[in-house]
């Protein structure tokens, strides 16, 4: 069993400890034990004439609550035990945002970077091909996750109507907006950490949103990580003038670094320009080096390991699990950690950061934004009726603040970490409705 699938159902046990107490033998095990795991290979036929398949999984861990929702990544590490993790994880996270979903992941093992956008799509196609009994508005509701984006979501939501002979828009959420997508669906997770952390540092923190100068790190730089640093630099949606200084950001290539905070927008504005022009990708540190001289002053190169371990206030993984683990836990310095990645803080590492007083704002909560934002989407596309952004933004924090304001009462009341105390409320939530449905 990988480690990351060991600690998601070791949390749960801990959890049912605190929130099942008795009578909870039957409920858990029914609960730790996904629905159905679809495993398969798509055969994508390559630009070059020839054949390769992908291995390929769906994994659909529980809908008490609702159909099963969740992203598709792809990722040439990615595995059935990851992906069970992460349906699992999400099971929680719908739980604990209060929409009407359960838990689902999918994947494929592929570096995207890798295809053709021919080569991309077909895989993408085949992908709604390999699951299309099993999905559907009202069964399981995918989106895009690591690897994947609305380009991707728009492929397989036709490919989905294509083969359902109509068009359903709802089979599919985080698409474009042009393409009955939602307007801040995109930064709908990083939005939703805003306000988590907002929340936590008007509330708990020691930390003053008063200060006019709480640095951030950022590690990765992809939807979430680049909308959170941008929502950092102007404290929220669409003002500026922010109590945040972003000092750090890290992409699979490197990190950069500047004391004096970093031009998120000027750096964005650089990648899409190179985007646009035609090239597959511009990383953070050829961004920087293409500055006009006089911009590039105060800036230093740093890799990953050496983001993590800034002293800044408030530090965020925003890429994969794993990334905080009992190896470099000792060289944490941050006050507090927003877990906008999925299982970015090993168990191991848990404990370590406890001992060091360094609190840890958990995935369940830190980015279900974007479970929230996809609920927003799916409404909208059963309806045919569509919100505009100020609109979708005012509903999300409404749904956060509720959420974070539900971990903060139980954390209170069981006297546990913010971890144990939403997975807690979490498994209360979902384990409450197995028994009112009497599958248990």
């Given at each position: 069993?990988?480690?990351?699938?060991?600690?998601?159902?070791?949390?749960?046990?801990?959890?049912?400890?605190?929130?099942?107490?008795?009578?909870?033998?039957?409920?858990?095990?029914?609960?730790?034990?996904?629905?159905?795991?679809?495993?398969?290979?798509?055969?994508?036929?390559?630009?070059?004439?020839?054949?390769?398949?992908?291995?390929?999984?769906?994994?659909?861990?529980?809908?008490?609550?609702?159909?099963?929702?969740?992203?598709?990544?792809?990722?040439?590490?990615?595995?059935?035990?990851?992906?069970?993790?992460?349906?699992?994880?999400?099971?929680?996270?719908?739980?604990?945002?209060?929409?009407?979903?359960?838990?689902?992941?999918?994947?494929?093992?592929?570096?995207?970077?890798?295809?053709?956008?021919?080569?991309?799509?077909?895989?993408?196609?085949?992908?709604?091909?390999?699951?299309?009994?099993?999905?559907?508005?009202?069964?399981?509701?995918p989106a895009p996750d690591v690897g994947t984006n609305a380009h991707v979501m728009a492929w397989m939501a036709d490919e989905f109507s294509r083969l359902s002979g109509f068009n359903v828009p709802a089979a599919f959420t985080g698409k474009p907006i042009e393409f009955n997508g939602s307007k801040g669906r995109d930064a709908s997770t990083a939005y939703g950490g805003f306000v988590v952390l907002r929340e936590y540092l008007k509330r708990v923190s020691d930390l003053s949103l008063l200060s006019q100068d709480l640095t951030c790190a950022?590690?990765?730089?992809?939807?979430?990580?680049?909308?959170?640093?941008?929502?950092?630099?102007?404290?929220?949606?669409?003002?500026?003038?922010?109590?945040?200084?972003?000092?750090?950001?890290?992409?699979?290539?490197?990190?950069?670094?500047?004391?004096?905070?970093?031009?998120?927008?000027?750096?964005?504005?650089?990648?899409?320009?190179?985007?646009?022009?035609?090239?597959?990708?511009?990383?953070?540190?050829?961004?920087?080096?293409?500055?006009?001289?006089?911009?590039?002053?105060?800036?230093?190169?740093?890799?990953?390991?050496?983001?993590?371990?800034?002293?800044?206030?408030?530090?965020?993984?925003?890429?994969?699990?794993?990334?905080?683990?009992?190896?470099?836990?000792?060289?944490?310095?941050?006050?507090?950690?927003?877990?906008?990645?999925?299982?970015?803080?090993?168990?191991?590492?848990?404990?370590?950061?406890?001992?060091?007083?360094?609190?840890?704002?958990?995935?369940?909560?830190?980015?279900?934004?974007?479970?929230?934002?996809?609920?927003?989407?799916?409404?909208?596309?059963?309806?045919?009726?569509?919100?505009?952004?100020?609109?979708?933004?005012?509903?999300?924090?409404?749904?956060?603040?509720?959420?974070?304001?539900?971990?903060?009462?139980?954390?209170?009341?069981?006297?546990?970490?913010?971890?144990?105390?939403?997975?807690?409320?979490?498994?209360?939530?979902?384990?409450?409705?197995?028994?009112?449905?009497?599958?248990?």
């Open positions: 069993m990988s480690t990351f699938l060991k600690n998601t159902l070791t949390l749960i046990d801990e959890a049912a400890d605190i929130a099942l107490r008795q009578n909870q033998g039957d409920v858990l095990t029914k609960f730790k034990t996904p629905d159905r795991v679809l495993e398969f290979e798509i055969p994508v036929h390559m630009d070059d004439g020839s054949e390769r398949k992908f291995s390929g999984w769906r994994v659909q861990h529980n809908n008490a609550l609702g159909p099963y929702k969740g992203g598709i990544r792809f990722h040439h590490l990615s595995t059935k035990e990851e992906v069970t993790a992460l349906a699992t994880l999400m099971t929680l996270k719908t739980s604990l945002a209060g929409v009407p979903f359960g838990g689902g992941k999918g994947a494929v093992r592929v570096n995207p970077r890798d295809l053709s956008r021919a080569e991309l799509e077909r895989l993408s196609r085949g992908f709604v091909k390999a699951v299309f009994d099993h999905i559907g508005p009202e069964k399981d509701v950022v590690q990765g730089f992809g939807n979430v990580g680049a909308h959170i640093a941008r929502i950092l630099n102007r404290g929220g949606m669409g003002s500026f003038g922010s109590p945040f200084r972003v000092v750090a950001l890290s992409d699979s290539k490197g990190a950069i670094y500047n004391p004096e905070g970093i031009n998120v927008e000027e750096i964005m504005k650089i990648q899409q320009e190179k985007i646009s022009s035609g090239e597959a990708h511009c990383s953070l540190e050829k961004a920087i080096r293409i500055m006009p001289e006089k911009t590039r002053e105060g800036y230093a190169f740093l890799t990953n390991k050496d983001l993590l371990e800034l002293e800044v206030d408030i530090l965020i993984p925003a890429a994969l699990e794993n990334q905080i683990t009992f190896e470099n836990a000792d060289g944490i310095k941050a006050k507090i950690i927003l877990e906008l990645a999925n299982g970015p803080v090993s168990e191991e590492a848990d404990k370590a950061l406890a001992r060091k007083k360094i609190e840890v704002i958990p995935d369940i909560l830190a980015n279900a934004g974007g479970v929230v934002g996809s609920y927003f989407e799916w409404v909208q596309n059963l309806q045919r009726y569509y919100w505009e952004e100020e609109e979708f933004f005012g509903k999300l924090d409404g749904f956060m603040t509720s959420a974070f304001r539900g971990v903060a009462r139980a954390r209170d009341g069981y006297k546990v970490s913010w971890r144990h105390a939403a997975y807690a409320q979490a498994l209360e939530n979902v384990t409450g409705v197995m028994k009112l449905r009497g599958w248990v």
